[in-house]
């Protein structure tokens, strides 16, 4: 049912859709929107200036007579008028307005004031569009929004279209603006790292101020990462934990440069910004041209950081990962790269791949290496032919071998980047991003291509299909091992150059999405030196990320709980790797193999320097992942011991239909031979009876052969974890 409204018939218009029916409502009589979701309200409307303005974000309401019509808020002295006081739901810069807007521009006759009026809306099931327009110019900005009711998140994001008849530029173009109740004593999360670091989780109390996390690198960054979660301190002085408190949170969908502002105005409102980056923006908009954001997907739960994860879990899995709710559960994955890095050839590989298939690997993915000159980083990326000294008869033989082991064939690809040592360079330099007559950095002695030229991506497009089309590959791993420098793009002239901060990357979206349309079996995942690129917009696109190139495990402890916190296991690649690894640590095959089995699990080892018994330990525990994967990449996540807090880490996994759950432990170090702390678990149910497999059974101190929810839940298990780099998993079906 689409229902229509402008302003003067909103008040007839009306078909007065009866409470809990439709997940978005107009209640025309106070101009507000209503958009629920199965657990959550977010309520904005139309104020007396014709202004849209935000209302409520939170629990569900059940009542529309608790919500009154909007009406700005009061000014503060002269220094604060209603454009700063007000929470304005998608602000244009303009008028006194101090705080972050969502949109900012100017006009080619200098004008740069703007400010945005309702004009018309539009329902149609889950979405809802809502166009504003400038006071004077015909410049329109369409806020759109999408209920997800099953998974309780909110999209939003907006397209601004020039339909003056003079070129506008555009400065800053935001999503959307997310406000939490107005107060203090609210807490930021977010994730921050670096390279071989991603997604450490900090958490710092919100003062007033702005508060920047963005990427100003051209890609989504390992060092902050677009997911945010505030939460509230109760009026008892409790902070939210894993299961109780209010916790709002939201990601942003793109992998370019983007930016949140986390602010806290003088007048209490604590509000997120999230869109394109602001820094080197300028996007110019001819008339009739349009600019549609990145999407911003926000969520609330009063049940703590854990239900918060578990929402945006669901959510990705059903909604933005490709396959939805019919993805069938991610294959074990063999990867060559840390066993021969670029020394690949047919029988090497040959080799390992019967390797692989002995453990019981179900794809084979040869890495770096393979085509051009490519026999280190210096020379060769961009030349994506296969090099004939390493292949003589080029791929068919490798992949017919490997199918013959019963596994697919996955291959690296990296892209958008080129060796200046290349034949594609010496043939285009000019298609690398560049100032013309300024120096060219390399990182790891490559350039970045620019992907927002056409001509580029149709190249880039031509290869990957060609590629795909000859050779029997399911599966791509689409590296990115470099951000931009110098982002100059002078084919595009001075006025356009800078809309390669935004070209880029939608381009770079179109090469998947068609070759994925070609392509319909092919899989990919999205690798940028590690977690670089990792986002809600790659994500709806690829079907698993690398989550770090640092893959010691007890690192990964930490940088694998940050992932959590935003993203699905499910998406999350995780590899046993041989040992000593970063740090020089040298951690056990089995506690690396119960780190890796927590994601999609991939080998990455060199098998031709394993003995026996670490082929018999790899065939045992990829044969127990088989039977549990399922519940940790597609179940719900409870996490009981932070690795950030204390020596014991704990996760537990629940598959949606309670019927298995799955619980990992981990001690890093053992003192004073006091038994690891009781691990109490969660997400049963208490009237249930559950068998109790554990992976090893001298790890089980009280040796349970069944037990209720009520018992695990409230007296929990005691785990005979000793020494250093401990670990162990436990297996509960349900019985009863
Ligand atoms: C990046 C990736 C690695 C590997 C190398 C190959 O660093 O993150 O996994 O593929 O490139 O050069």
Known sequence: MINRYCLCAAAIALCAPVFGQEPIRFLADKKLWVLDTNTTSYVFGVNERNQLQHVYWGVRLWRDADLAAVRTSPEWASFDGVASTTPGEYAGWGSNMYTEPCLKVTLADGNRDLVLRYVSHQIQGDRLEVVTKDIQYD????????????????????????????????????????????????????????????TQLVQEDIHPGLKVLESRRGTTSHQTNPWFAIDAVEGDGARADEGRGRVWFGALGWS??????????????????????????????????????????????????????????????????????????RPVLYNS?????????????????????????????????????????HAGLGDWFVNPKKFPNGLQPLIRYVNSLDMDFGIWVEPEMVNPNSDLYRKHPDWVMNFPGRPRTEARNQLVLNMARDDVKEYTFEWLDKLVTENNIAFLKWDMNRNFSEPGWPEAGPASEKKIWVKYTSNL????????????????????GGGGRVDLGIMKRVDEVWTSDN?????????????SYAYPAQGMMAWVTDVPNYNGRSTPLAYRFLVAMMGSLGIGNNLNKWTNDDYALATQM????????????????????SPRLGELTANQYVSEDGK???????????QYGRPAPTIRLRGLDERGVYRVKPLDGSKLVEKLETASGAYLQSHGLNLALTGDYDGTSVLLERVE
């Open 622 to 641: 990829i044969a127990y992942y088989k039977t549990i994967r399922g519940t940790v990449q597609q179940g719900r996540l409870y996490r009981l011991f």
């Open 139 to 198: 410049l329109f900005a369409t806020v759109h929004y999408r209920v997800y009711p099953s998974a309780g998140i909110i999209e939003k994001h907006a397209v601004i279209e020039n339909r003056t008849s003079q070129p506008i530029t555009i400065e800053s173009a935001q999503a959307g603006t997310w406000y939490v109740p107005p107060g203090d004593g609210y807490r930021l999360s977010y994730l921050n790292g670096r390279w071989a670091g991603e």
């Open 256 to 329: 370019g440069s983007w930016r949140l502002t986390v602010e806290q105005t003088p007048h209490q409102q604590v509000r997120v910004t999230g869109g394109y980056n602001t820094f080197d923006f300028a996007y110019p908009l001819n008339p009739g041209e349009r600019l549609e954001t990145p999407p911003f997907y926000g969520g609330f739960t009063s049940n703590g950081f854990g239900e918060a994860s578990r929402m945006l879990h669901r959510f990705t899995r059903e909604f933005i990962l490709p396959g939805g709710h019919s993805a069938k559960v």
């Open 509 to 528: 979206y179109e090469i998947i999405d068609r070759l994925r349309a070609k392509h319909p079996k092919l899989e990919i995942e999205s690798c940028s």
């Open 660 to 670: 298995q759950s799955v619980l990992f432990a981990f001690l890093r170090g053992q």
């Open 337 to 377: 790269w840390e066993a021969t890095e670029f020394n690949v050839d047919e029988p090497g590989q040959k080799a390992l791949a019967e390797k692989a298939a002995k453990i019981g690997v179900e794809r084979f993915v040869m890495d770096d290496g393979w085509f051009g000159a490519r026999n280190d980083d």
């Open 551 to 563: 893959t010691e495990a007890f690192d990964r402890l930490r940088i694998q709980e940050g992932f």
